[in-house]
């Protein structure tokens, strides 16, 4: 048994590293295509013959500067909304002890539940009354209100937090915005931030929301914005190949680089909560 | 004292509350009561008790979508699972840095937004030149049309969400890790086999996490939406070629309530969705229930 344990390693070596070509090598096509003129997209391996000029071209060919400012525009906002309002609920579930806190808990569970599918015609109708469809608020607004699912990450985190801490602050004459504001939120700093990464990423992704409330090209987010690019230069008379890869890598690079800068976040948030 | 802290702990919820009540129960509600209306968002809604459910139970096109949708959660998650649970063992094995570079690798598909992936796999799956038919063609075998040849749709699909099961791994393989080594190398010490030692040791003490991961990757399964939406709808020229082909639920309830305006019927669509996601899922915590190996029950 110890004799081949060195053969072993080596075979589960050779295993893991096929695996990881098979999910690296789609991004290596899509750099590498992005990169060969049109004629030459499905063929060869190597960018040969070179051509960048599709990442110059691109930026003509869709607004996609604008797409991209939206997007962060949207994805901060979104996440910023989602991580001090599911803070403030999820340090009252924390901290305090009242009537009807299972029950009020029970409903942040419950709601985890609910497919998005089923308030989708009625939110619509909600943000259509206030004259606010077609308009960016809707992707980000409902997250003023907290979200289910960080208000349980972020309550799971504070009950952590060492009581006396809360109490000695008390004694000084600290109010309860004190302690949520000076106490909690620094505390609570590694879940805060697993809440902002997971919605930044979430809004990035999101391709429902603008589809269903936007309209103006000049709002869209990437997502939407790459979308259309398809539509037009894949599927539609006018096929520019090269702009809907060159598109894709731009859509895709800044969450590649935000996830290799919170690593340690994405990877300890996906394992205690699952969130994809 | 007392009174002033309960105030507080209002003051705290009421984001949550407003929330629930605009956003959730409001909808909920507006949801279910708008199932039995004609409403296109022009004029008034009108009553018309269970018409929208009588449709949708005539509708060739719900028939398809719900078809499509369950067959590929059929075969999506058990595949997905399992590749997820094999990729998981694999990094249990190996220690130190490694784990942690492969464990990135797998997960860096997750962070591509699901259009994009769309897009890509338009290319990957191409059945003229994609990557996919190209390997293939290496062993001898001669690719079908994955994206234009509606019988190869959604094993297309399918191949296509497999690429992303890096949070599925993640979530295994941190589960793995928890697993006590005494209680394997106890086994072991006991001349259990390495296939005996996975069944009775390890098996059991991951259950948690499986069933977990098999929960929330089916009611995900089921919603599939974005990367569908980005191949095969959009545009009329996309959607003559796919035809009902990739049809999938959400899409549909996507198209009648966005699209044709019919609110109504949507939102009759939407509950569907949700008696099947509900059925599906308590089924799934019945069965589970009994498989699953929790650690208190057991002490």
Redesign the interface.
């Known amino acids: 048994m110890t004799t081949d344990r060195p053969t072993r390693r080596l075979f589960l070596m050779i295993l893991l590293a096929g695996a990881s070509a098979i999910f690296l090598y789609p991004f290596v096509w899509l750099v590498f295509a992005s990169l060969r003129p049109r004629d030459r997209t499905f063929a060869g391996q190597w960018p040969i013959p070179f051509r960048p000029q599709s990442y110059l071209e691109v930026w003509e060919a869709a607004p996609m500067l604008t797409w991209l400012i939206n997007s962060v525009v949207v994805g901060v906002a979104a996440a910023l909304a989602v991580t001090v309002s599911s803070a403030f609920v999820a340090f009252g579930f924390a901290y305090f002890r009242f009537p009807g806190r299972n029950l009020m808990f029970a409903s942040v569970l419950g709601t985890m539940m609910l497919p998005a599918a089923v308030t989708l015609v009625p939110t619509y109708l909600i943000w259509n009354s206030v004259g606010l469809t077609g308009t960016q608020v809707p992707l980000w607004a409902g997250n003023l209100f907290g979200s289910a699912f960080y208000i349980f990450l972020l309550r799971q985190f504070m009950l952590g937090l060492p009581r006396y801490v809360f109490e000695a602050a008390r004694v000084d004459g600290a109010s309860y915005l004190g302690l949520f504001w000076r106490i909690a939120v620094p505390l609570s700093r590694p879940a805060l931030i697993i809440a902002f990464i997971f919605e930044l990423k979430a809004s990035w992704f999101d391709l429902m929301k603008p589809l269903i409330y936007l309209q103006n090209t000049e709002l869209f987010t990437l997502p939407r914005g790459l979308k259309a690019v398809v539509d037009r230069f894949y599927q539609g008379g006018d096929p520019k190949w090269e702009i809907v890869l060159a598109a894709s890598v731009v859509t895709t690079l800044p969450l590649i680089v935000i996830f290799f800068l919170g690593q340690r976040y994405f990877l300890q948030g996906i394992a205690t909560t699952g969130r994809r | 004292m007392r009174a002033g802290?309960?105030r507080?702990?209002?003051?705290?919820?009421i984001?949550?509350?407003?929330?629930?009540v605009?956003?959730?129960a409001?909808?909920?509600i507006?949801?279910a009561a708008?199932s039995f209306t004609d409403y296109d968002?022009i004029g008034a809604p009108e009553f018309v008790g269970v018409k929208n459910y009588a449709m949708m139970a005539a509708d060739p096109k719900v028939a398809r979508a719900v078809g499509n949708t369950l067959l590929y959660t059929v075969v999506h998650v058990p595949l997905s699972c399992l590749l997820a649970l094999g990729?998981a063992l694999?990094?249990n094995?190996?220690t130190g840095r490694?784990a942690g570079v492969?464990?990135?690798?797998?997960?860096?598909?997750?962070?591509?937004?699901?259009?994009?992936v769309?897009?890509?796999f338009?290319?990957?799956l191409?059945g003229?030149?994609?990557?996919l038919n190209e390997v293939l063609a290496v062993f001898g075998v001669d690719g079908p049309q994955w994206t234009t040849d509606p019988d190869w749709m959604l094993p297309g699909i399918v191949i296509m969400s497999l690429?992303?099961l890096?949070?599925?791994t993640?979530?295994l393989?941190?589960a793995l890790r928890n697993v006590p080594r005494e209680l394997t190398e106890a086994a072991m010490i006991d001349g259990a086999s390495s296939r005996q030692r996975f069944r009775n040791v390890t098996l059991p003490l991951i259950s948690a996490a499986l069933f977990?991961?098999v929960v929330?990757d089916t009611?995900?399964a089921l919603?599939m939406?974005?990367q569908v939406?980005?191949m095969y709808f959009?545009?009329a020229?996309?959607q003559q070629t796919s035809g009902d082909a990739a049809l999938f639920y959400?899409v549909y309830?996507?198209q009648q309530?966005?699209q044709f305006l019919n609110?109504g019927y949507?939102?009759a669509?939407?509950?569907l969705?949700?008696a099947v996601?509900?059925v599906i899922?308590f089924i799934q915590v019945r069965v589970g229930n009994r498989l699953v190996h929790y650690e208190d029950a057991a002490s």
């Open positions: 802290e309960t507080w702990a209002y003051v705290f919820l984001p949550w509350i407003v929330g629930l605009v956003f959730q409001g909808p909920m507006a949801s708008l968002l990729l694999l990094l094995k190996v490694a492969f464990r990135t690798i797998f997960y860096l598909p997750s962070m591509t937004p699901y259009v994009a769309g897009v890509l338009l290319f990957l191409n003229q030149a994609g990557l690429w992303n890096g949070a599925s993640i979530v393989f941190a977990f991961v929330v009611i995900a919603q939406f974005d939406y980005t959009g545009t020229q996309a959400v309830l996507f309530g966005f609110m949507a939102s669509l939407a509950w969705l949700f996601i509900a899922t």
